[in-house]
């Protein structure tokens, strides 16, 4: 295999080489059976991962957590604890810990643009998706005047919502709301495209909903938003550990996402067009540079973490090479990675409906038929009749299963489909390193609960 991906080092040769090999019979379709055999090898990925050895209550541990936060490989923990233990310093000075750390940060940006695909100084790194957005909404909202309109959905995570909705109040800018079908928890596209017009200035919208799983068609929707010369906004922090990203090809003016969802640490990187990086007026301290991406990053920036961005990313390279590509560049082996993962997930997800369906009293919020799973990535939410989402949650936990509950902050969805008041939700959601086995595990641990006379 090595001789023959010698003799196509391009990127798309080394690419369509290995989905010549994903479409071989032996692993089309991913077939959902007793003997399922994914192309991932998840024995080596799962030993990657410390945190998936633990136990709860004597039953082994199961992470179905993900859409609040991934676990992280091992590679991660070193690079973080690497950097504090040899590098650790502050930035821009002229000794070699500083230029250690200026190496590290320039490292981190590199993979990112790799990551996105897109330039390095088109990076920006902050505390969280929250923090960058407010940032960069409140430095765009200089350039907003009463009359001017924004666009933002009721599927989004309140990070995209609430930052902007400020914004307007400071401005008066007037905000105009995209509502969701109910039938299957999708954008209501038609809506959106009324919500447009010649005063749209900026539209917000996510990639990938956070607590039902609907993949929104961000490509067309940053084409409606062009159309009238409006900014795109796209929060991809759920989208991340599921699908690529590919920020030339949205052609979006913005998108960001948290390192901490797709196996890295807790901050978060944001992808901004080097023109609005350069016109845009941020909000900081003196003196202000006119550098990018440095004008956009406030403080000083948490270096280890940093460390720990270029571990990840160097993660999900590897699953790609490890299947085919030894030699593969980065970007490369990114989207072989990810072609993967989704191949994997969709495994998953197809067994997990399956089951869930079969359940008496159960509810699926959000797309359940599987020709159309390529408008959503597996995370589920679920009501079952006559036990709330905590109490679900609580029993899932004593027998070792680790899942959400509530609205995880997409209050506009679980007010809009009248679940707030109640609880909201029991969320699923699945990863890569998660196992047939494991879902066949909750599936029978829900049955069970479901079985089980209610004493409350």
Request: contains cysteine.
């Amino acid at each position: 295999m090595k001789d023959e991906i010698d003799s196509q080092p391009s990127t798309s040769g080394v690419i369509n080489y290995i989905r010549t090999m994903l479409s071989d019979t032996r692993h089309t379709n991913m077939p959902v059976t007793e003997n399922f055999a994914p192309v991932l090898d998840l024995t080596s990925i799962r030993a990657q991962f410390p945190a998936l050895a633990q136990t709860v209550n004597g039953h082994p541990a199961v992470f179905f957590d993900g859409p609040g936060g991934t676990q992280v490989p091992q590679r991660v923990i070193d690079a973080m604890t690497n950097y504090l233990r040899r590098d650790n310093a502050n930035s821009g000075g002229n000794y070699a810990t500083s230029r250690r750390t200026d190496a590290v940060i320039a490292a981190a940006r590199a993979a990112m643009g790799d990551f996105f695909r897109c330039d390095a100084d088109e990076v920006v790194f902050g505390q969280n998706m929250t923090s960058l957005t407010f940032a960069f909404s409140r430095a765009i909202g200089r350039e907003l005047k009463p009359g001017d309109e924004i666009v933002v959905t009721r599927l989004d995570h309140d990070a995209n919502v609430s930052p902007w909705l400020t914004m307007a109040e400071d401005r008066g800018v007037t905000v105009r709301w995209v509502d969701i079908r109910d039938e299957d928890c999708t954008l209501d596209m038609d809506d959106l495209a009324t919500k447009i017009n010649a005063k749209t200035k900026l539209v917000a919208v996510g990639y990938a909903s956070n607590a039902v799983g609907t993949i929104n068609p961000v490509k067309e929707i940053v084409q409606l938003a062009h159309n009238v010369g409006a900014l795109v906004f796209i929060d991809a922090v759920h989208y991340t550990p599921h699908g690529l990203i590919d920020v030339a090809a949205l052609d979006c003016d913005f998108l960001v996402c948290s390192t901490y969802k797709f196996f890295g640490p807790h901050m978060g990187v944001l992808f901004g067009k080097r023109e609005h990086l350069q016109r845009l007026r941020p909000y900081k301290v003196r003196p202000l540079t006119d550098q990018i991406p440095f004008r956009w990053e406030w403080g000083t920036l948490n270096h280890e973490c940093i460390a720990g961005i270029t571990a990840c990313v160097e993660y999900i390279a590897e699953l790609g090479r490890h299947n085919g590509a030894e030699l593969a560049p980065r970007r490369a082996a990114i989207e072989i990675a990810y072609e993967l993962i989704h191949q994997h997930e969709r495994a998953l997800l197809e067994r997990a409906v399956a089951g869930l369906k079969k359940i008496p009293g159960l509810k699926i919020y959000g797309i359940t038929d599987p020709a159309r799973f390529v408008e959503r990535c597996g995370t589920l939410a679920i009501r079952i009749e006559g036990h709330s989402p905590s109490e679900l949650a609580n029993q899932l936990n004593q027998r070792g299963f680790f899942t959400w509950d509530g609205n995880y902050y997409a209050i506009n969805l679980t007010e809009r489909l009248g679940v707030e008041k109640s609880g909201g939700f029991l969320r699923i959601g699945l990863i890569h390193y998660n196992t047939i086995e494991e879902v066949d595990g909750l599936l029978a641990a829900l049955r069970e609960i479901v079985a089980t006379p209610n004493t409350r």
